[in-house]
């Protein structure tokens, strides 16, 4: 008889990129990943396919994550349904859409983030984990360069991982454990795609330093977070100079 999962996950913005990469790497008999998606239903439905063809299990869960109630729905049915969560892993992020309105990147990559915190702390155990999934160009913001056009998403991104920190004394005296993992621009993604034609200096000055970390690197640093025994507080992937250059 299969065993049921011990491990409850919540990955937002799993249906591609980052997101799809971590939800496949974290199949596991003893593991439930839920992939929640914005609207591409169809695309999540393929990656909660493919943890369960690698021995996992997975669900789907609709919802903008920037709308407040949709997000409660969510942990609502959550609770309903598994009772506890053992890790939310904030990784859905934008801004950079076109058409975008001016204040959307704050309330996705800020409020939203610190809302869906804050609604999942009661179903999250001691020893339950939070990961935040970033970029060095937002995590050094504002110390950095960052690429044009990016600077309101960088700015928004920082404020949200700020935020999450202010909340630490809670989620210390809740026993849950909070971990940023920040990457340089991932190889191959839509994001960098998207800075690639709007600022190609930018992107070819991060490739001259190092290659530019792979999406499977990135992904695998976020979910060891959720899995090692003995997280830390922040992981860097790629940027080694961002490292050796700020003090
Ligand atoms: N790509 C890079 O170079 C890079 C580098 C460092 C850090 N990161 C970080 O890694 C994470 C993932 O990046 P990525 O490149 O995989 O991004 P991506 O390709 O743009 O994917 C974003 C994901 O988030 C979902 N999403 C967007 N808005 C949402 C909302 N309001 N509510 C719920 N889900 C939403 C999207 O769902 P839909 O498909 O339904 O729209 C999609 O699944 C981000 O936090 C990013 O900052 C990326």
Redesign the pocket.
Same mark, same amino acid.
């Given at each position: 008889m299969a065993r049921a999962p011990q491990r409850i996950v919540l990955i937002?913005?799993?249906?591609?990129?980052?997101?799809a990469e971590v939800a496949q790497r974290l199949a596991s008999a003893d593991t439930h990943v839920i992939v929640?998606?914005?609207?591409?239903a169809a695309?999540a439905e393929t990656i909660a396919d493919a943890v369960r063809a690698a021995g996992g299990n997975a669900s789907t869960m609709a @919802?903008?994550?920037?709308d407040g109630a949709a997000a409660a729905a969510m942990i609502d049915t959550i609770a309903a349904r598994f009772g506890r969560l053992d890790a939310l892993i904030l990784? @859905?992020?934008?801004g950079l859409e076109l058409g975008a309105d001016p204040g959307y990147a704050m309330r996705?990559n800020r409020d939203a983030q610190r809302r869906l915190a804050r609604l999942a702390m009661p179903l999250l155990p001691a020893g339950g984990r939070i990961v935040f999934?970033?970029?060095h160009q937002a995590h050094f913001f504002p110390h950095k360069a960052v690429p044009k056009g990016y600077s309101a998403v960088a700015a928004s991104?920082r404020a949200g991982e700020t935020a999450l920190y202010t909340m630490r004394p809670q989620l210390e005296r809740a026993g849950i454990h909070l971990s940023v993992v920040s990457?340089d621009?991932?190889d191959g993604?839509?994001?960098?795609r998207l800075l690639e034609r709007r600022d190609p200096g930018a992107v070819e000055a991060r490739r001259s330093v190092a290659p530019l970390p792979t999406v499977g690197q990135f992904a695998s640093a976020i979910a060891n977070a959720v899995t090692t025994p003995m997280p830390t507080g922040i992981v860097y992937v790629g940027g080694a100079d961002y490292l050796a250059t700020t003090g």
């Open positions: 937002t913005g799993g249906s591609r990129g980052v997101g929640n998606y914005r609207e591409k695309r @919802a903008d994550i920037s990784n @859905a992020s934008g996705l999934v970033t970029s991104k990457g621009m991932i993604t839509i994001i960098v």
